[in-house]
């Protein structure tokens, strides 16, 4: 099954911009999903299916892809986007149905 | 709006098995599918498995397979997700998310269900 990788760690300035990347080699056939995860709150899904964004959901967030890293950013990052982020992504080359990255946990400054 | 209730935290001793159950509302359930997220304390995002809500198909992840049952009731629009033989790692928060195909949605709201295993 495809593994994707994440930075364990990020930080930003307060306004700033900062780049989440998901790194791994089943990025191809699919859209990444991104999610934002709070303590003790259930994952709030932010960007899919080719940087759509749910309703409520600040244009801040945006995501990309180039071979095989996805990306998502944050374009002048809020105190309340502290927070862990992860992708995801429908795998059908594997065993797994979908597959989630290691997780980023961001900090803002 | 879509909005998927969850059944309590549980807690069981080693070797015994666990229920969760998931009730959608706000969409045709048998439209999607639901998927079941695990997440042991301090880590990440687990994929466990799936289940076609419309037909009952399901695929599990090869490290759950034998262990998991994922059920619906499309009369109650409930999910269903048992896991047997429990260990001490299956503590975790269990989250069920609505399936649509190439990406999935948990409901902000939910909480999920904490099963706790100890003995």
């Known amino acids: 099954s495809s593994e994707l990788t994440q930075d364990p760690a990020v930080s930003v300035a307060l306004g700033q911009t900062v780049r989440i990347t998901c790194q791994g080699d089943s990025l191809r056939r699919y859209f990444a999903a991104w999610y934002q995860q709070k303590p003790r709150q259930a994952p709030v899904l932010v960007v899919y299916r080719n940087n759509r964004r749910p309703s409520g959901i600040p244009d801040r967030f945006s995501a990309s892809s180039s071979g095989d890293t996805a990306s998502l950013t944050i374009t002048g990052a809020q105190a309340e986007d502290a927070a862990d982020y992860y992708c995801?992504?429908?795998?059908?080359?594997?065993?797994?149905?979908?597959?989630f990255g290691t997780g980023t946990k961001v900090t803002v400054l | 709006q879509v909005q998927l209730v969850q059944s309590g935290d549980e807690v069981r001793k080693p070797g015994a098995s666990v229920k969760v159950s998931c009730k959608a509302s706000?969409?045709?359930?048998?439209?999607?599918?639901i998927t079941w997220v695990r997440q042991a304390p301090g880590q990440g995002l687990e994929w466990m498995g799936w289940i076609n809500a419309y037909n009952g198909n399901t695929n599990y992840a090869p490290r759950f397979q034998g262990r998991v049952t994922m059920t619906t009731d499309t009369s109650t629009s409930t999910a269903y997700m048992e896991l047997r033989s429990l260990i001490s790692d299956d503590t975790a928060v269990y989250y069920c998310?609505?399936?649509?195909?190439?990406?999935?949605?948990?409901?902000?709201r939910g909480q999920g269900t904490l099963v706790t295993v100890s003995s």
């Open positions: 706000g969409y045709r359930f048998y439209s999607y599918g």
């Open positions: 995801n992504f429908r795998d059908d080359s594997g065993d797994l149905r979908y597959v």
């Open positions: 998310a609505t399936d649509y195909g190439d990406y999935i949605d948990f409901d902000p």
